[in-house]
């Protein structure tokens, strides 16, 4: 089994190698390790965000450990050699439809979050965002109006095969809990959404078990801030998913806890902390490395089947909080080694 | 001195005639009232949500209060029969493009939001919406790939104009409040997002008093859970704008007490709360009417210039709440005619 390590920019080594101890010490027979250039790092080393040998690597790979990438100093370069375009190309070139991302709060946690304790702890939530599509993905440019204006534009579209399979997704992913599904869609202004609500629809036809609701994004942003504990699974696009995602990280209470995986239609995955680079606190150890372990747990349950492997790493996670194990974001003082020190410690 | 009222739907005719009862009692001399139909009670009654007639008279008329549009009996129609298309077009013929969405805490409301109440208690903020472009204006429809599969499509984009006319609206906001303006976009992915930021920059150079920083979209959906208070103006376009600011309407902890303003370039403005049209609740009298009457205050202040009279309003409303006046929505049991009854009582 081959994992690529991709640490990226900003914390992302920081990071990274913190969930690699922690898999080490799992010490699973048959894996193996290659490590890549991505992002900005990779930019300022070899010329390109997303190099041919790192993309030939993800795609041997069985699974990707990504860092983060993001980096002020490439924020003038052309849009195809920044550092956003490696995950961007990723996503697309190996087919990496289904993000997951959870939010649930750790009790150890619950009165961190800006939210009220008792809004904060009923979060218990799934958010099943596609990354192949949308707007991120439509042709996009700058052209001039008849007038001669400059004008930016991106085009917005999904077909149905494409909400298809996130609605499947989504729909599994519900059984699989407590079998409540809310598709979000600005249906009332775009077509797309149209098209994604019809199509979810349909889909849900295969899923009698499931309740499927639908909501506005507008009305789900604020629901996320009165009430998250109404969602089970969110199912919903690129854009909106983007959004509504790091709204439910900082929910939970630090975007610091939140995990993430990406999977494509073999189970490929890419699996990284939904946070960013961070480039105010790289290399300082201030960052928290512990989205990442949880990461590399979500890895090892989805891409290599090992989910006992999983459930240790979760435990260690929960553990290490119970025992007061606190990064900065968290409102303690431990570095990011500390933490990793913490986790190995509870495993 | 012409008022056109546009109850619309659902809760729509119950809020705004107690904004109209509170608009009475100030005795303003010399202005008028004339009502039309908008929304799915426009399409029944005459088969279209914009009505000619209801156009017609918008123009005319020195500002317009509305209530809102929305109707579960419409969702089937066609796009530009639904009832929406009464706000997006009104907004559209009469080049309403300046959205103003302030959020502020009321002190005696501080508990009722999800926030914490040292988080809630700093907001303090205004959102400055574009609502003439964006993905809500473009071509937009459905197609068919070349594979034959059905593919629903949306074009997002601004023009250097487009920008230009919102970026000095934020500009001029924050220099009139605290001097701080966050323009939100999502330049590392979208081009629309990228011409935003290269002319909000422009822009920027006329007002070097003002404190200019940009956020992604995501980080901003994150930041006004974590710490609201760090905004003073945020300006976002027309799609990002609506999702920001009915999640900031909940930090502050009721959607029905947020009032909106949309101005064209004379001043011409359309009033609404930002609140739905709510059919779950029409008729009952549980509709809080707040928002609807701060909105009318609003319309006193910009489009009507009486800056004394848009006072009066906002402190009757303050008075009236520090009274204990509260509607279902604020946890209490007074219902919509009894929260106008208790902003009389205040005047
Ligand atoms: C870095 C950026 C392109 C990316 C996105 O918008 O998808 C990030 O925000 C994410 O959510 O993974
Ligand atoms: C009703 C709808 C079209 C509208 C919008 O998206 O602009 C509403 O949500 C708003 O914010 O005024």
Redo the contacts with the bound molecule.
Sequence with gaps: MLIALFPGDGIGPEIVAQAKRVLDALAIPGIRYEEGLVGGAAYKAVGHPLPPETLELAKRADAILFGA??DPDCDSLERHLRP?QA??GLRKELGLFSNLRPAKVFPELADASALKQEVASAIDLLIVRE?NGDV?FGEKGMRRTPEGLREGYDIMSYNEEQVRRIAHQGFQAARARRGKLCSVDKANVLETSQLWRDVVIEVSADYPDVALSHMYVDNAAMQLVRNPGQFDVIVTG?LFG?IL??QASMCVGSIGMLASATLNDSNQGLYEP?H?SAPDIAGQGKANPLATVLSAGMMLRYSLNLPEQADRIEAAVAKALADGARSFDLGGTMNTVEMGDAVLAAL
Tied chains: 1, 2.
Excluded: K, R
Aim: aromatic letters at 8%; glycine letters at 16%.
């Design positions: 990438v993001g956003e995950i961007l990354t991120y690129n983007d995602s790091d939904i960013g």
